[in-house]
């Protein structure tokens, strides 16, 4: 069974660094392209970019490009997204999902839970 | 970036009605587009792709159709547990691969 397993709520203060994870496992980590989606509170999905296990091939949204940093550890099966600095604005639901397996194309044919990141100060 | 815009925002439909959603692309994405369903609390759940393939597990209710730039999203027979925001999301010429803004479907 796919598994997408995200690491726990954070609450954290504007400037701090933060990073997430998301991990992977039912399947062949390094095989499927695994996204990030931001929700902020209320609203709707934001697609932040896809990473590649294999080799770390990463394609950024423009919205997020230079905001985030997506990167993986295959040793671990665990995707991750990270900030440097992060805004009152970061404050949102991120999920990962998965593309590919089962699923032909790009879409996401399985989801993490979803990691609730506040930013307040 | 290739805009997703669907209509309309909300729709009030009854029990056991069909309701049609639509999703618009404001360039061709040929049958690249997924639709998926969110619930209050829960991540979305992968419902149609390639424009009109169910995903696994997904009731035969739920059609998606089109091409191109017009696609539509027909749940038949509304269940209770329908109810909920649908969204589409392209998968063609990207990065990045928008969703649109959302239909909630509400009870009637």
């Known amino acids: 069974e796919v598994q997408l397993v995200q690491s726990g709520a954070e609450v954290k203060k504007p400037g701090e660094s933060l990073k997430i994870s998301c991990k992977a496992s039912g399947y062949s980590f390094t095989t499927y392209w695994i996204g990030w989606v931001r929700q902020m509170p209320g609203k709707g999905l934001e697609w932040m970019g896809l990473?590649?296990?294999?080799?770390?091939?990463?394609r950024y949204s423009p919205s997020f490009q230079g905001q985030v940093t997506m990167s993986v550890d295959k040793s671990k099966n665990t995707a991750y997204v990270q900030w440097s600095s992060l805004k009152a604005s970061d404050t949102a639901m991120y999920y990962c999902a998965t593309t590919g397996i089962g699923v032909a194309g790009l879409a996401f044919g399985n989801w993490g839970q979803g990691t609730m990141v506040s930013v307040s100060s | 970036d290739i805009v997703m815009t669907q209509s309309p925002a909300t729709l009030s439909v009854s029990p056991g009605e069909r309701a049609t959603l639509s999703c618009r692309a404001s360039q061709s994405v040929s049958s690249d587009l997924a639709w998926y369903q969110q619930k209050p609390g829960q991540a979305p759940r992968l419902l149609i792709y390639d424009a009109s393939t169910r995903a696994t597990g997904i009731p035969a209710r739920f059609r998606g159709s089109g091409s191109g730039t017009e696609f539509t999203l027909t749940i038949s027979s509304l269940q209770s547990e329908d109810f909920a925001v649908y969204y589409c999301q392209h998968y063609n010429n990207w990065p990045p691969l928008t969703f649109g803004q959302g239909t909630r479907l509400e009870i009637k």
């Open positions: 990473i590649y296990p294999a080799d770390s091939d990463t």
